[in-house]
Nanobody, 121 residues
Framework: VQLQASGGGLVQAGGSLRLACTASGRTFSSGGMGWFRQAPGKEREFVAT????????YYASSVRGRFSVSRDDAKSMMYLQMNSLKREDTAVYYC???????????????WGQGTLVTVSS
């Protein structure tokens, strides 16, 4: 299973970006999917997790109300829509999949390579 996150880039504070995650060797129809991020000089942290059956998501408090996860079944892609971006959202964003939707990194078996999001003031 290989995951690939894409869609990162440079955006001004208050702007929006949509990250995408594609998978080869696995569908997004079961288990859980997580989004994590790692800011410069910091440890990787949880952003969002989605139950791939119910499509219910849980978000970190720092992004709740601004970020949302969706799925495009036709394209076999998952998205992280990020609105009202703040400078503190600057990080490398990773997507991951595993057997369950959960917040710990240890719940995920496969990880994408990450995509950089830079939010400027």
């Amino acid at each position: 299973v290989q995951l690939q996150a894409s869609g990162g880039g440079l955006v001004q504070a208050g702007g929006s970006l949509r990250l995408a995650c594609t998978a080869s060797g696995r569908t997004f129809s079961s288990g859980g999917m997580g989004w994590f991020r790692q800011a410069p000089g910091k440890e990787r942290e949880f952003v969002a997790t989605t139950n791939l059956v119910s499509l219910m998501s849980y978000y970190a408090s720092s992004v709740r109300g601004r970020f949302s996860v969706s799925r495009d079944d036709a394209k076999s892609m998952m998205y992280l829509q990020m609105n009202s971006l703040k400078r503190e959202d600057t990080a490398v964003y990773y997507c991951a999949v595993g057997g369950v939707a959960a917040t710990p990194e240890s719940a995920y078996d496969y990880w994408g390579q990450g995509t950089l999001v830079t939010v400027s003031s």
